[in-house]
């Protein structure tokens, strides 16, 4: 990648949650791993001058988790809250062996923020106190299309507030002060709204090829032309119950969450999120860690 000379304009006149927000971001991590210290982190480092202070030297790591402690206590963003579902669903409750973590997972025409799937399939949207509801009907009926599990993981401020426009068997859980995830009410399976066709659709070509082939309907001698629909129509026919669990299954075996966990021990502990978050290759996530531990 190009490595020009950012422009740091008035970045350090913006809010303090958004200039360690942009720490996290994705295309940063990518500058930062493959050319050196960014205008990003000289920023955030002279905000938490004071909490760096104490340490003897300062890492590019330090700023990170100091960074990512700030937001936690101050200015909850969405990166904080997919970290503390990432810590206490998969590498807590659950088991990365066992488990696939999914981020920003697109259902019809919306991105559920997590997806973890392990004995079922669980869809989780964020909605931290920065977020409105105004697309939140629309949101929960794409999801229940293909999920039987739904919970909403809000501000402590909003769960009232929610639970008043959702319906009854939505599960509500709240960001704590402790860095936890506090449940208010659990959510409760219904399948009623589950629908063949979004489900068919999140299968890549050679998974549903397989998955029908396996339940006796064999699609690839069908012309190419063709294959798709056929393939849909066939779908169709199957108990959406079962073609659920089907479908979930193939996502679970599809996500590598035990490389991803590898790469996230070799990060810093507030970067953990960052693999289940961003495609990036070995090398990158390599320089990555690199870059890190160097001093700032």
Known sequence: ??????????????????????????????????????????????????????????????????????????????????????????????????????????????????????????????????????????????????????????????????????????GIVVLSRKYSMSTVRPAVSSAKGLDNGALFRLLHSDEYLSLLSRLGVEMRCVDRALRYGQSLEAFAELDPVDAQIEVMQILKQRQRTTQLADIADGLPHSLRLAPFAYRKSKSDWGALSERVLLRV
């Open 1 to 170: 990648m190009q490595c020009a000379d950012d422009d740091r304009g008035d970045l350090p006149l913006r809010r303090v949650k958004d200039a360690l927000t942009a720490l996290f971001a994705g295309e940063h991590l990518d500058r930062l791993a493959w050319c050196g210290p960014t205008p990003q982190i000289t920023v955030a480092q002279e905000l938490l001058a004071d909490r760096l202070a104490p340490l003897p030297t300062v890492t590019v790591a330090d700023v990170f988790d100091e960074a990512f402690r700030t937001l936690v206590r101050e200015h909850p963003v969405e990166y904080v809250f997919k970290s503390c579902a990432l810590e206490r669903l998969l590498f807590g409750r659950h088991s990365p062996r066992r488990t696939a973590f999914y981020t920003e997972f697109r259902v019809g025409d919306s991105r559920a923020d997590l997806v973890v799937i392990n004995g079922q399939a669980h869809a989780y949207e964020v909605k931290t106190s920065y977020d409105d509801f105004s697309r939140l009907a629309a949101q929960l009926e794409d999801y229940y299309r293909v999920f039987t599990h739904v919970t909403l993981f809000v501000d402590e401020t909003r769960a009232e507030s929610v639970a008043r426009v959702v319906p009854e068997f939505t």
